[in-house]
């Protein structure tokens, strides 16, 4: 059954804390619009539109320079709308693909000169569970050598149940939001113990995004600090940062992005590693250019 989305806040306030320079939104989608870039036949949900232009007003308003747009599985592995929001900024803007073993490798050089840099899996329930593994294994094998990362899209149980699969990948690793582990089951709860564990490797990063995904308490997600805090202390070389807009699928608490900027300085507590989780590290993971 096909669900609609909720649309993202429209009033977006302006957040108190100053984003530095160069600062990167490592989380974002673009959608549509349909009439132009059509939603798979496959999708679970249908969003509202949400193209370039409007994700550029956003970024304008809270000082994002740098943008990593991540396909969502409503446009499958079409991913033409993220090139074309790609193509308009090549210098400041990347992508993450969500692609299959049957694109030819003309096709894989196409998507990386195209500005994309990962691949993405989604394992959530909601869109569909457990992907194809043999395919996933097939698809890594091929990308590996174009110097891209694996994208992982998990609700908590998985990491559990696919511990030893997503650490027997060879190529570096990125968990999305904080492994999406609910702030109900405590710091000590076994799925974020093996996220943690995962961080003391060097070939796993985590996105300290999707607070509004993890709260139970609800805006402005006060719940998500020690979580993110948690990672960000042990490994703060592997960490991003990201909006998440235009928000899919929330259920319950439909954030204000002003309010998810602000959480910046509760995560990071000191200007050093701001400047690590916002503008470092992803400069090193998808090779912007600082000059």
Request: charged share 25%; with cysteine; aromatic share 10%.
């Amino acid at each position: 059954m096909t669900k609609s989305c909720m649309p993202p806040e429209p009033n977006t306030r302006k957040p108190e804390f100053k984003l530095p320079p160069k600062s990167c939104d490592a989380h974002c989608h673009v959608f549509g619009p349909g009439k132009v870039f059509p939603y798979s036949a496959d999708t679970t949900y249908i969003p509202p539109d949400a193209p370039k232009e409007k994700l550029k007003q956003l970024h304008d308003m809270l000082g994002v320079e740098r943008v990593v747009i991540v396909q969502a599985s409503c446009h499958g592995t079409d991913n033409s709308a993220m090139l074309d929001a790609i193509a308009h900024n090549k210098k400041d803007y990347r992508g993450v693909c969500i692609a299959s073993d049957e694109y030819s490798d003309d096709e894989f050089d196409r998507l990386h000169e195209g500005g994309i840099r990962g691949v993405r899996y989604n394992f959530v329930k909601h869109l569909g569970g457990v992907p194809d593994l043999d395919d996933m294994r097939r698809v890594v094998a091929r990308v590996k050598p174009l110097g891209w990362h694996l994208v992982i899209h998990v609700d908590a149980p998985d990491l559990v149940e696919f511990e030893d699969l997503f650490a027997g990948f060879d190529l570096p690793k990125v968990i999305d939001h904080m492994g999406r582990v609910p702030t109900s089951g405590g710091i000590r709860q076994q799925p974020f113990q093996i996220l943690l564990d995962f961080m003391k490797r060097d070939d796993f990063w985590v996105k300290v995004c999707g607070s509004e995904r993890i709260s139970q308490g609800g805006p402005p997600f006060y719940d998500a600090i020690p979580y993110a805090q948690a990672l960000i202390e042990v490994a703060p070389d592997r960490i991003l940062w990201g909006t998440d807009w235009p928000h899919p699928n929330i259920s319950k608490f439909m954030p204000n992005d002003g309010d998810l900027v602000d959480l910046v300085p509760l995560f990071a507590r000191d200007m050093t590693l701001q400047k690590k989780v916002l503008v470092d590290n992803p400069a090193r993971l998808y090779g912007f250019n600082d000059k």
